[in-house]
């Protein structure tokens, strides 16, 4: 069989890089992987590491003549966008492009954890508007939702151990609630692994899939990293009301001033630990209720990463951090 | 078995009554049904007939008190709003205190033709923000469209021997674009029917589900009348830019004077024919393609009125209108 097409935007992200390698190291379908990077992108170092390893790297203006975008995208089977939350819209042009090469499915960045459609999170309002707009030009489509990331899932210990494995941002060590709300769990290097198999999987063509590895609740991944780590930690927890009040302070600023990114960033925050620490919306039920396909049903046979192994490797000073800024 | 408690808003409607016969009519599943009718409208005689016919007839103000209203709903198992467009956000109210009040299954007032959950109807817009609320809820839901009612399907004739069967507002006799595309109708009589099956059928609960008789052609349906009425029928057509002059026509009319409904009306009317008789969008494909599940897979031995006898009874006098004002 000649691989599938694969066209990827934000390929040099944290999703997209993963998503690239699971499709490069997929085992059973070959994937051909074209990398559509902004013109001005095209010469950056992790643009020449993807060309050496095969993929094909184009420049590509989503905001440029649809003629072209088609042309791009001619003979192209699969359109994934892993594109920055900022240029969200641009992913209306790439699918109306996609819909006029014929692409044969189309998925949006989505690839966020569960959280309902709308009322709750507004950046998750942004991507169902985006996929109602797929919806109206009948594009056939996959949206994928994932578990929360290992990679944001440590907690700061006190010896400082964990330090080099955190996120810049990672400044809150507060639990939700009472910290025993379950939450869904994935390894970011797993997630383009189950990309790899959804795209290629019929049952999945116009359909929503949630993937995760494991359900943890907050209280049980301290109690793991304290066991794992021989450290104590301190638990301080957090209220809805405190959260709402934040959330209404942060949704005050970005009003007052749309251009405040550290306002809007805060508002996300907030508005994201509300939903899996304290709704508990983040759970493979929850997704089901939604109407999602469950990566556990599709894919019995697929072997992850779990979690306890993740953070003996953290301790052990062997992983990977993400969103590490200039580190 | 116990009957199962269905409350219905809207019972008096032409979708309501429907469900309400459909409901005391089912064979197989017993319903105890209750309508919830507004104070000042409990005293009309369409509510007197219902209470004749042993429906619970309950003032039900869903402005009013949270806790009133979830102590009318403790022990229903099913509400069914076929509220009045006007009124949906009275939806909002109505779902929280079923939240509060343990209902298992809310069905709000969709009803709807297939059509795109957003960009190309207005209010469909306002159904599906509806949902999302249901869903931030968790409440348990089943989301039902339904085929384009015979009773608004058909054309006048030269005789005017179907003059006494078509709604007062029915005064457009143009085909959309070419006349071929298919849409999806079912008779008004029929669509309580399914819901009976629906509202007891576990494959249901929290998916969207799309019922309809028989796919017809514009041109179909005029040639069918044509055969059996024994007259010519004149066929005009309207363009897609047509059409969409007039949508943008009512909607600055509507935007300007947000009381005018006649506007909004006009807007509406133009919207629906630009998905079901331009866009083509009310055919069981695209309901597949958008995640209903089929009435026709569900129900395979459901019995309905097929559209060449609706025509036929139509022509001999025997059919009964909808939205005909004081007749």
């Known amino acids: 069989m000649s691989p599938i097409k694969v066209a990827v935007v934000g390929a040099t992200g944290?999703?997209?890089?993963?998503?690239?390698?699971?499709?490069?190291?997929?085992?059973?379908?070959?994937?051909?992987?074209t990398a559509l990077a902004r013109p001005e992108s095209l010469e950056k170092r992790a643009y020449q590491a993807l060309k050496d390893r095969g993929v094909n790297v184009v420049a590509a203006d989503l905001k440029g003549p649809q003629d072209e975008l088609v042309s791009l995208l001619s003979g192209?089977?699969?359109?994934?966008?892993?594109?920055?939350?900022?240029?969200?819209?641009?992913?209306?042009?790439?699918?109306?492009?996609?819909?006029?090469?014929?692409?044969?499915?189309f998925i949006q960045s989505a690839f966020m954890i569960m959280i309902p459609p709308r009322g709750v999170v507004d950046f998750r309002e942004k991507k169902e508007e985006i996929l109602n707009y797929i919806q109206k030009l009948r594009l056939p489509y996959t949206y994928i939702d994932a578990g929360w990331w290992?990679?944001?899932?440590?907690?700061?210990?006190?010896?400082?151990?964990?330090?080099?494995?955190?996120?810049?941002?990672?400044?809150?060590p507060?639990?939700?609630?009472?910290?025993n709300v379950p939450s869904a769990l994935a390894d970011i290097g797993d997630i383009g692994r189950y990309v790899a198999r959804i795209i290629s999987d019929p049952r999945t063509l116009n359909k929503k899939v949630y993937v995760y590895n494991e359900v943890y609740t907050r209280n049980q991944v301290y109690d793991l990293v304290e066991k794992l780590g021989g450290e104590s930690l301190e638990r301080e927890y957090i209220t809805e009301q405190e959260i709402n009040s934040r959330i209404?302070?942060?949704?005050?600023?970005?009003?007052?001033?749309?251009?405040?990114q550290a306002a809007f960033s805060y508002l996300s925050t907030n508005q994201l630990l509300l939903s899996w620490?304290?709704?508990?919306?983040?759970?493979?039920?929850?997704?089901?209720?939604?109407?999602?396909?469950?990566?556990?049903?599709?894919?019995?046979?697929?072997?992850?990463?779990?979690?306890e192994d993740y953070v003996k490797a953290a301790l052990e000073g062997e992983v990977k951090g993400v969103y590490q800024g200039g580190k």
Chains 1, 2 share one sequence.
């Open 277 to 307: 620490a304290i709704r508990g919306d983040n759970t493979p039920d929850y997704a089901r209720y939604l109407g999602y396909l469950d990566g556990k049903e599709l894919y019995p046979d697929f072997t992850y990463v779990k979690f």
């Open 76 to 105: 192209i089977d699969v359109v994934i966008s892993a594109i920055f939350f900022a240029s969200l819209a641009d992913e209306i042009p790439l699918a109306d492009a996609a819909k006029r090469a014929g692409v044969k499915r």
């Open 248 to 260: 209404e302070e942060a949704r005050s600023d970005f009003e007052a001033n749309p251009t405040n």
């Open 174 to 179: 507060r639990l939700g609630l009472d910290g």
């Open 150 to 172: 290992y990679q944001l899932t440590l907690p700061r210990i006190p010896s400082g151990r964990l330090d080099y494995a955190l996120p810049v941002y990672n400044s809150e």
């Open 14 to 33: 944290e999703t997209g890089a993963s998503i690239v390698d699971g499709l490069l190291e997929s085992p059973t379908t070959k994937y051909e992987v």
